[in-house]
């Protein structure tokens, strides 16, 4: 089996660039969330600060109330800082939420327009776990991550800053340990990253041999295979815990190293500090402040450091959607032609899917304003396929398609969706309410027109009589509709769309006989009018249509109205006894 396609990945320079973008866009709220956030930090400080000049105080004997002028300004410190906090965290998850925001619009804007070929072509599933798991993953950064790491690195950088201006040495002696902490992380990273991943592939087959062994209860039970699977799964859950003992064991170790940087930074301050107090270079106080203020950043350095791995996979899914995001939008824009008329002409029409066998092999068609043809053919003949490059869906391997002299091409993706609709197998009612499901098609129709196109298609009964009639949720966590009613909001949505050309497709085999009439009717009325190219699943629609064309191999075996092909007694003529005599 050959690997699917991926679709692109960007660089991380790209990536870069595209966050930088978004942040300039929001320049304003940027800067003022990095005042605000760079406050709450200060604040932060101001207690471990106050409480080495404290120390000076006290050494110099001065009286017991001090503590009094001390402790004011810790509380100042501590509720002006709680209030910037606050205002910091919300701030930043404005920006962030909004920068989350953009992202998720411009990978779904773009995911939704990936032509029909390029999603057979890589699969749905890499755009799925991009949309749905990459999505995720930044959500959570977003959300949690690097609010943490903006107020950790503005610790940071104001501690270095405040010991700095205590006495450069002492802020020096601090900074001896950033190469231990470097040196642990380049250590701990490329050793992490595959033991992450193993971790995950041990745990999903630990969870694979769980659930095969569940669903297959009854079987395991009845050839007394219990002991094999038991077996199966206790190799499983040992793998997975070896690894991840192993992973834990790593991370001790990196915490043990980012503990050996800590105990020499503090080391190296209290030994620096005790010289030039001797030197009298500084006081005992400043130097406590300056202990206290390495000490503080223990939790945020460790924050830090800790949150690379998340960081990591951030990055990596940013890639994965600013890929999907900077694809090239294939989409034809078109010439501003207009169609003469609703005929839809194919012409030398061949096509290939991925797997390169052609399956049509030169199809010229044509419906003429306002007729009704109806397209059959055996299992595999290339029905469903003529329906959809015909409606623009899949782009052909050769040929032309034209509505009233127009190619495709010409009237582009939007002039396309105005003058052809497709009402295909798949049809998918959205979450919402049934009218916001149909103003998808036409979202300036009104209620009344929506109403109308409810009547048109025999819906109106059936929709009135929802609790919240039109106003009713559908689709995923809403009220549940009948395969024949999602088809019949399909129609609807093709009246509202009110195209000049209709491309029926639709899955209505499984629907029961006296169902599959009333969707046969609705069908009729909903494309009264339009040149309309039916797929005809039921040979019934064939014989209700002015023209049949019989497809057999990817290639047209006979055209007629149903009444000479049946007269004619060739393949039609067969496929309707056949049909008759069910
Ligand atoms: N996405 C695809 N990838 C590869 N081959 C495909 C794809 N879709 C259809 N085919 C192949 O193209 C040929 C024509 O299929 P098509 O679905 O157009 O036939 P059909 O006449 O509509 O059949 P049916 O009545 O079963 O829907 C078949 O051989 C089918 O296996």
Known sequence: MSTPELLPIATGARSWAFLSGELKGRRVLGLVTLVISAVAAAMSLVPVYVFGVLVDRVTEGAPTSTIVSVVAIITVAALVGGVFTALSS???????????????????????????????????????????????????SIGEVIPNIVSALLLVSLSVVTMLSLDWRLGLAGMVAIPMYVLALRWYLPRSAPMYAAER???????????????????????????????????????????????????????????????????????????????????????????LLFHRLFNPIGMLMFSFDDVQSAGASLARLVGVIDMPDERSRGTGATPTDGTLEVTGLRHSYDTGHEVLHGIDLTVHAGETVALVGSTGAGKSTIAAIAAGSIDATSGQVRIGGASLDELGADGLRRHIAIVSQEVHVFAGSLIDDLLLAAPDATRDDVRAALDTVGAQEWVDALADGLDTQVGEGGHELTSA???????????????????????????????????????????????????????????????????????ILEQGPHDELVAAGGRYAELWSAWEGR
């Open 201 to 291: 592939v041990a745990m999903g087959e630990r969870s694979q041999a769980l659930i095969s062994s569940m669903q297959g209860a009854r079987t395991v039970r009845a050839y007394g295979l219990e002991q094999a699977h038991l077996a199966e799964i206790d190799a499983a859950s040992g793998k997975a815990r070896d690894i991840g003992i192993t992973v834990f064991r790593l991370f001790t170790r990196f915490g043990s190293r980012s503990n050996r940087a800590e105990c020499v930074g503090l080391s190296v301050i209290l030994a620096a500090g005790f010289v030039l107090v001797q030197d009298g270079h500084v006081s005992v106080g400043e130097v406590t402040a300056a202990a």
């Open 485 to 555: 009613q999602s088809q019949q909001l399909a129609l609807a949505r093709l009246v509202l769309a009110d195209p000049a050309v209709a491309v029926l497709d639709e899955a209505t085999a499984e629907a029961g006989s006296s169902g599959a009439r009333d969707l046969e009717a609705a069908a009729a009325a909903a494309t009264r009018g339009r040149s309309t190219l039916v797929v005809a699943h039921r040979l019934t629609q064939a014989a209700a249509a002015d023209r049949v064309v019989v497809l057999e191999h990817g290639r």
């Open 90 to 140: 919300y701030l930043i998850s404005k920006l962030g939420e909004g920068i989350l925001a953009s992202l998720r619009q411009r990978v779904l804007g773009r995911a939704l327009h990936l032509p029909v070929n390029t999603l057979e072509r890589v699969g749905k599933g890499d755009l799925l776990s991009r949309v749905g798991d990459d999505v995720a993953v930044m959500a959570k």
